[in-house]
């Protein structure tokens, strides 16, 4: 089993920067793929950024697209989310996730943290 639990929301202005960490315990994540979601009030849980178990390779949905930076430390069995240049619309509550594919749904993560909010003001 592993367990995730994110740490970093807040709030934050428009145009201003968080990180959001994600440690892991109860087993390593090295082999696992990392992932970030996030779900605002009234939607859908929805795909941010994703990372193999290297770090060498990453995917980001278009809307955070050169703003977030998506990364990882093995030693530490943690990975980040690097928010910059916020907007409003990135408002939602953030949740870490881990798995077994190289993929964007929800459904190829086993693991989910607890979520953390963040919050963009105008």
């Known amino acids: 089993q592993v367990q995730l639990v994110e740490s970093g929301g807040g709030l934050v202005q428009a145009g201003g920067s968080l990180r959001l960490s994600c440690a892991a315990s109860?087993?390593?994540?090295?082999?696992?793929?990392m992932g970030w979601f996030r779900q605002a009030p009234g939607k859908e849980r929805e795909f941010v950024a994703r990372i193999n178990w290297t770090g060498g390779s990453a995917s980001y949905a278009d809307s955070v697209k050169g703003r977030f930076t998506i990364s990882r430390d093995n030693a530490k069995n943690t990975q980040y989310l690097q928010m910059n240049s916020l907007k409003v619309e990135d408002t939602a509550v953030y949740y870490c996730?881990?798995?077994?594919?190289?993929?964007?749904?929800?459904?190829?993560?086993?693991?989910w943290g607890q979520g953390t909010q963040v919050t963009v003001s105008s």
């Open positions: 996730a881990a798995g077994a594919v190289w993929a964007p749904q929800r459904s190829a993560y086993n693991y």
């Open positions: 109860g087993r390593s994540t090295s082999t696992y793929v």
